[in-house]
């Protein structure tokens, strides 16, 4: 069964600095997708950014990176000149590809408080 | 991408009784999961819905418990039955259809029980 990991429970970032969230996950197989969601206290969880697990190239959004290495099953987060918008729980998950029946795996979150 | 309307956003219940959660989905949708959420914590799968069968359930989670209802492709429903104060957590319905698509998700509803 596939599990993620965040071993980061909280993490706290000043204004307009940079910070990064890590994540790991395991699985057996090759193809997948994995998500990194923000959940702010509307508990409205949004989509940041996804990755497919067949392409190297690391995913962007703006101001939202990954950093992909699927050798070491590992998917962090870089958000770059944080903004007071910014401060949520953060959750990585994943998805297989086989079906479009699977259900999306989420880890246990990390909630990123942004310093005025 | 899919937009999905959850409600109640939030009830405050009677140990005992049971809530419904509706979930509408502005697009047919192959798949429907239910999540669960409790305080500080992530989201924990109750079940997958498919339309025209019978939910699939997690383990530790029945159906005489959180029956299920997924009468066409863009609607499902979530019973909470003879709720008792452990049931207090957010519910969040989340669709899904394509190949590794991302999950969207409704806003929530955030039951207690007292």
């Known amino acids: 069964a596939q599990t993620v990991t965040q071993s980061q429970p909280e993490m706290s970032v000043q204004e307009a600095e940079t910070v990064t969230l890590s994540c790991t996950y395991d699985?057996?197989?090759?193809?997948?997708?994995l998500f990194w969601y923000k959940q702010p206290p509307s508990r409205q969880m949004i989509l940041v950014i996804r990755?497919?697990?067949?392409?190297?190239q690391n995913a962007t959004e703006n101001r939202f990176s990954v950093n992909f290495q699927k050798a070491a099953k590992s998917f962090s987060l870089k958000i770059s000149d944080s903004q007071l918008g910014d401060a949520a729980m953060y959750f990585c998950a994943y998805r297989s590809s086989k079906t479009s029946y699977d259900k999306v795996i989420f880890g246990p979150g990390t909630s990123l408080s942004v310093i005025p | 991408s899919a937009v999905i309307s959850q409600k109640p956003s939030r009830d405050i219940c009677q140990r005992g009784t049971s809530l419904t959660i509706q979930c509408q989905v502005d697009s047919q949708v192959t798949m429907m999961f239910w999540y669960r959420q409790q305080p500080g914590q992530s989201l924990t799968l109750i079940a997958t819905?498919?339309?025209?069968?019978?939910?699939?359930?997690e383990s530790g989670f029945v159906i005489d418990k959180f029956p299920i209802s997924r009468p066409n492709l863009t609607f499902s429903t979530l019973t909470v039955s003879n709720m008792s104060p452990e049931d207090s957590s957010i519910y969040l319905c989340?669709?899904?259809?394509?190949?590794?698509?991302?999950?969207?998700f409704g806003q929530g509803t955030r039951l207690t029980v007292v």
């Open positions: 990755q497919e697990a067949y392409k190297q």
């Open positions: 989340s669709a899904g259809g394509w190949v590794g698509t991302e999950a969207f």
């Open positions: 699985t057996s197989e090759s193809d997948y997708y």
């Open positions: 819905a498919n339309q025209g069968s019978e939910a699939t359930y």
